[in-house]
């Protein structure tokens, strides 16, 4: 069947080049014939009419021969150095389309070869690697969305089994409703930051900006954590930049704010100390969220950033490896910049630089 059709394929091409030789050799016939009656009158001597019928045969069958092997020559030309890239280019597409992301096709030889096969070449490798990346990531979420279900789906079961034993007292029976309460939350939880993230990485959350004091946000969002500090017993610190206003989207940011100092709290033992400040420039608002806590390796931290990722076991009761994620992200799409300084045993400390928009703050004012 492709045999048939790679024939079907030659034959059209040659057909086509025939009647093209056709015509050149027709048309190179006419100018000679031209030529031989200029040069008749120049030279003062009458050809016979059977001396132009040859000279008009010899020049026709030239032509067409001539033509033949250079059509030859070309035809091999492009069988090898067109037809074969392009062959292996859309054998590679089409695999790619089937869903195989880790084919890569080996580059061209230099040789005779146009260099723009190449480039195309380096960029469909490129994008499969990155479609095989994404492809790899999709699987892993899919995997840590179902192992980080699992968990609190058998809290609830195991609960729910033990609430049914009759005559439970009233101690245990509200114990076990509140570890039941507690799992539903943290999967309500990782819902919401799953579908958060989902949003913002798919580029369907817009930036919605106004000029607001970050200052004050940053009070509001500390604030939240008002009772666990005074459970832990943490002594705050802050030095607040007063007046730093910023033309962003508060709503985004204060995922920022509240996910920092979550962690700060659920990482800092009783009795630590929390500290916020604020600091800016004309340009640039510094944010730094700093904690007494167990700080991390720098193997942990190297990973922080990436989804589902938990580096103290300890307490992964207490989040979903999502938070920073998000931080990330919003931080991201706000052109901002992110860091961490952490050593085991001697807190961390987030620093987030965020631009203020000058311009669009003066225009908002
Ligand atoms: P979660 O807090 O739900 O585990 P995050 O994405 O917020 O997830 O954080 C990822 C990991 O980063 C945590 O599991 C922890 O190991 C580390 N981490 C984040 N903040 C701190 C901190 N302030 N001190 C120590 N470790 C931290």
């Keep these: 069947m492709k045999k048939a059709k790679a024939n079907e394929k030659v034959l059209s091409t040659f057909s086509n080049f025939f009647i093209f030789f056709l015509l050149a050799a027709f048309v190179t016939t006419c100018c000679i014939m031209l030529f031989i009656s200029a040069l008749q009158d120049s030279v003062g001597r009458k050809f016979t009419q059977e001396e132009i019928t040859i000279a008009a045969k010899i020049t026709m069958i030239n032509v067409v021969l001539i033509s033949i092997v250079m059509a030859t020559i070309d035809y091999l030309r492009r069988k090898y150095t067109v037809e074969r890239p392009v062959k292996r280019i859309t054998d590679a597409a089409s695999k790619m389309v089937e869903g195989d992301f880790n084919v890569r096709i080996a580059p061209t030889s230099k040789w005779g070869t146009d260099d723009s096969f190449n480039e195309i070449i380096d960029v469909i490798n490129k994008m499969a690697k990155e479609l095989s990346g994404v492809e790899t990531l999709r699987a892993d979420f899919i995997a840590n969305v179902s192992h980080e279900m699992k968990t609190p789906l058998a809290v609830i079961q195991n609960y729910g089994t033990l609430l049914q034993a009759p005559e439970l007292p009233e101690e245990k029976r509200i114990e076990y409703a509140k570890a039941i309460t507690d799992a539903s939350r943290r999967l309500a939880d990782m819902m919401t930051n799953i579908l958060k993230l989902n949003r913002l990485e798919n580029q369907q959350i817009y930036p919605k900006s ?105 307490r992964a009761t207490q989040g979903n490896g999502l938070g920073l994620a998000l931080v990330k992200r919003v931080v991201d799409i706000m052109q901002g910049e992110i860091g961490v300084e952490s050593a085991v045993g001697a807190g961390t400390a987030f620093t987030v630089r965020i631009r203020r928009n000058t311009d669009e703050l003066e225009e908002n004012r």
């Design 210 to 314: 106004a000029v607001f004091d970050l200052g004050e946000q940053l009070c509001e969002s500390l604030l939240q954590y008002e009772s666990t500090w005074e459970r832990k017993n943490i002594e705050i610190e802050t030095d607040i930049a007063e007046g730093v206003t910023v033309f962003a989207d508060a709503e985004l940011l204060s995922l920022v704010w509240n996910n920092l100092f979550s962690n700060a709290f659920k990482f800092t033992e009783d009795g630590g100390k929390v500290s916020l400040t604020l600091s800016a420039d004309e340009a640039y608002a510094t944010v730094r969220v700093s904690d007494t806590g167990c700080g991390m390796s720098a193997e942990v931290g190297a990973h922080i950033f990436e989804k589902f990722y938990q580096g103290d076991s300890s």
